[in-house]
């Protein structure tokens, strides 16, 4: 097996007003999240939704128990992202990183990483608001736009961000 030799440049980023923006809003969305279970928790039937079919519609039931995975999930991939952000010399990147574009290429990947971590927190709130909803008859689940638009705010993003790189060179 081939180790790769590369040594890329360490380099400490500063966090743009648009960055700082970002993490501020993750943090928040996240802090609302665990807020709004505990809020309405007590309030909840014991059987929830558990699962969303591909038209949004509740398939399967589980404990209301399972409302507080949410939010844990969140808080762990959040934490996770947040601290490989930190090290953009060890992402994989599609071209040669070197001392003249190494700090254009981390700012885009950082620039992503952070973007998807607060996209990852604000779906999985929108998901917990629409269990506690359809649980609570007030809706009744995710809705047919729910997949499309979380895959646009995906991928649009991303192919941009590696146009960008591409671009960086």
Do not use: C
């Not at 990183?97 to 700090?103: D, V």
């Not at 779906?123 to 649980?135: E, R």
């Not at 192919?159 to 060179?169: E, L």
């Amino acid at each position: 097996m081939k180790q790769n030799s590369e040594v890329r440049p360490v380099i400490r980023l500063s966090l743009t007003v648009q960055d700082r923006l970002l993490e501020i809003a993750g943090w928040l969305f996240l802090i609302l999240q665990w807020l709004v279970v505990l809020y309405y928790y007590s309030g909840l039937p014991e059987l929830i939704p558990a699962h969303f079919n591909i038209q949004g519609q509740p398939d399967d039931t589980g404990h209301k128990n399972m409302l507080f995975f949410l939010p844990a999930i969140s808080l762990v991939l959040y934490t996770g992202m947040t601290i490989l952000n930190k090290y953009p010399h060890i992402f994989n990147y599609p071209g040669k990183i070197t001392p003249q574009n190494a700090e254009r290429q981390y700012l885009i990947a950082t620039r992503l990483i952070r973007y998807l971590k607060f996209l990852v927190v604000l779906t999985f709130f929108a998901i917990t608001l629409s269990i506690i909803f359809t649980a609570k008859n007030i809706s009744t689940g995710l809705g047919s736009w729910f997949l499309p638009v979380f895959l646009m705010l995906i991928y649009i993003p991303l192919f941009a961000a590696i146009r960008k790189i591409f671009r960086a060179g």
